[in-house]
């Protein structure tokens, strides 16, 4: 019997295409009525991996994401931090902040954020309640304080992570140009509930209306 090599080359060129579009992962079926479009949402996948056929589920951009962070005021001067990374030059500055693990409050993701970023312990003083991204994602601040840490003169931390290339501490005024103008709000409410609590001794906990 003779075995000719190219009926092995034609399948391969004729099936092998479709065989290495995988089974688990298929394309999107077009959107059921009702479904958020690419065009209203600007963030849901059409080719998303491992969803379901015809669902946006996990890949709806009007779940709302959320996440909290500190807004830390030191010797008169506001905390903000810098994303790393070149695409990220021009970016607005940011209060530091994170979303929260499995089972975590946002008290506690705010302070371990803060430090991760930072390198700064920081205590709550109070709740500055939620702004809202762009993105839809939803920020919870709190008004902070440093406990421990380094800072140096001209207020930057050296021991900062390597999600942002630079930490440092700003006069207020400089402080509300620089950050992300959704979470200016988060700011002005810290400098506002700082001087009350330096006027009230500094001693009670604040909190601020969501």
């Known amino acids: 019997m003779f075995f000719s090599v190219r009926e092995p080359l034609r399948f391969i060129v004729r099936?092998?295409?479709?065989?290495?579009?995988?089974?688990?992962?298929?394309?999107?079926?077009?959107?059921?009525a009702g479904a958020p479009s690419i065009s209203s949402v600007g963030t849901v996948f059409a080719t998303a991996p491992f969803a379901p056929r015809g669902s946006f589920s996990g890949y709806n951009a009007g779940m709302a994401r959320r996440a909290a962070g500190c807004v830390v005021v030191h010797e008169g001067r506001v905390l903000l931090v810098h994303p790393s990374g070149s695409y990220n030059r021009g970016k607005p500055w940011s209060i530091p902040k994170g979303e929260p693990g499995a089972g975590e409050d946002e008290e506690?993701?705010?302070?371990?954020?803060?430090r991760e970023e930072t390198g700064l312990a920081?205590?709550?003083?109070?709740?500055?309640?939620?702004v809202v991204q762009k993105g839809g994602k939803v920020v919870r601040g709190f008004l902070a304080v440093v406990v421990a840490g380094r800072?140096?003169?001209d207020g930057s931390c050296p021991d900062h992570d390597w999600e942002v290339d630079k930490a440092r501490?700003?006069?207020?005024?400089?402080?509300?140009?620089?950050?992300?103008?959704?979470?200016?709000?988060?700011?002005?409410r810290a400098l506002a509930m700082a001087a009350g609590a330096t006027a009230d001794g500094g001693s009670s906990r604040c909190a601020a209306s969501p």
């Open 108 to 114: 506690r993701v705010a302070v371990r954020e803060t």
């Open 151 to 153: 800072v140096r003169a």
């Open 122 to 130: 920081c205590r709550i003083l109070g709740d500055l309640g939620t």
């Open 15 to 32: 099936y092998l295409p479709g065989l290495m579009i995988s089974p688990r992962v298929p394309l999107l079926d077009a959107a059921p």
């Open 169 to 188: 501490f700003f006069e207020p005024r400089e402080a509300l140009r620089l950050v992300k103008e959704t979470q200016r709000p988060l700011l002005e």
